[in-house]
C-alpha cells in the first residue's frame, strides 16, 4: 500500500502564533508532495506543490511567506502557517504520489484541522 | 484556463445505481481522477482515466471522453456506507467542489 501520515490531526492554536503540520509518506518515496485547503462544504484548493530540495511552487493567491513549507527528504514536507489568524481556520490536507506526471493516484494523509482562536 | 463542474447534491436509493457527472476544462491533459470523501475524513483513489472509455473496479465504474470534457463515475448496488463526497480531479491538481452523495433506505 501506500501509506501518508499526517500530523498532527488536529490543532487549536491563538491568533499571532505559527503551526506546524507534518506530512509524511510512510512507505514510499515521494517526490511531489501537494497541499490543499478545504472549507466546509467546498472542494479541495491546491495551495502548493512541494519538491523534495527545491522551492515549492505557490498557487495564485497563496502567499508563501505566510504558509511555509519545507520538503526536506523524500519522505517529508512540513507547511508551516505563520501568525495565524481566525480566517486560516481550515481542514488544511496533504497528498504524495509515487509517480509524476500527474498520471499516478494521490495518497492523502488524514487532514489537520486547524482551529485558530 | 481550468474548470470542473459536478454537481452539487445527489440523493439515490440503497441498490440502485447512481451516475454523477463531471465535465472539465483543462490546458494539457494526463488524466481523470475520482476520489471519495467522508466527512471530516481525507479523500481515498477510486479511479482513473487517461484514455476514452469506461474503467470497471468492482461498483465502481468511471467513463471519460477526452474530446468531450466529459467523466462520469458509477456506482451500482449502492450501500448506505457510500454516502460520501465524490470529488473529480483533472490532473490531479484541479478538483470540483465534490458532489455529496446521500443514500437513502
Known amino acids: 500500500g501506500a501509506v501518508v501520515s499526517q500530523h498532527p490531526s488536529w490543532v487549536i492554536c491563538k491568533s499571532g502564533t505559527s503551526v506546524k503540520i507534518e506530512c509524511r509518506s510512510l512507505d514510499f518515496q515521494a517526490t511531489t508532495m501537494f497541499w490543499y485547503r478545504q472549507f466546509p462544504k467546498q472542494s479541495l484548493m491546491l495551495m502548493a506543490t512541494s519538491n523534495e530540495g527545491s522551492k515549492a511552487t505557490y498557487e495564485q493567491g497563496v502567499e508563501k511567506d505566510k504558509f511555509l513549507i519545507n520538503h526536506a527528504s523524500l519522505t517529508l514536507s512540513t507547511l508551516t502557517v505563520t501568525s495565524a489568524h481566525p480566517e486560516d481556520s481550515s481542514f488544511y490536507i496533504c497528498s504524495a504520489t509515487k509517480g509524476q506526471g500527474g498520471r499516478s493516484p494521490l495518497h492523502f494523509g488524514n487532514g489537520t484541522r486547524l482551529t485558530v482562536t | 484556463g481550468q474548470n470542473i463542474d459536478q454537481p452539487t447534491e445527489m440523493t439515490a436509493t440503497e441498490g440502485a445505481i447512481v451516475q454523477i457527472n463531471c465535465t472539465y476544462q483543462t490546458s494539457g491533459f494526463n488524466g481523470l481522477f475520482w476520489y471519495q470523501q467522508h466527512a471530516g475524513e481525507a479523500p481515498t483513489f477510486l479511479s482513473y482515466n487517461v484514455l476514452d472509455g469506461l474503467e470497471e473496479k468492482g461498483r465502481f465504474s468511471s467513463f471519460l471522453s477526452r474530446s468531450k470534457g466529459y467523466s462520469y463515475l458509477l456506482l451500482k448496488e449502492l450501500q448506505m456506507k457510500d454516502s460520501a463526497s465524490y470529488l473529480c480531479?483533472?490532473?490531479?491538481?484541479?478538483f470540483g467542489t465534490g458532489t455529496r452523495l446521500t443514500v437513502i433506505p
Open positions: 480531479g483533472a490532473n490531479n491538481l484541479f
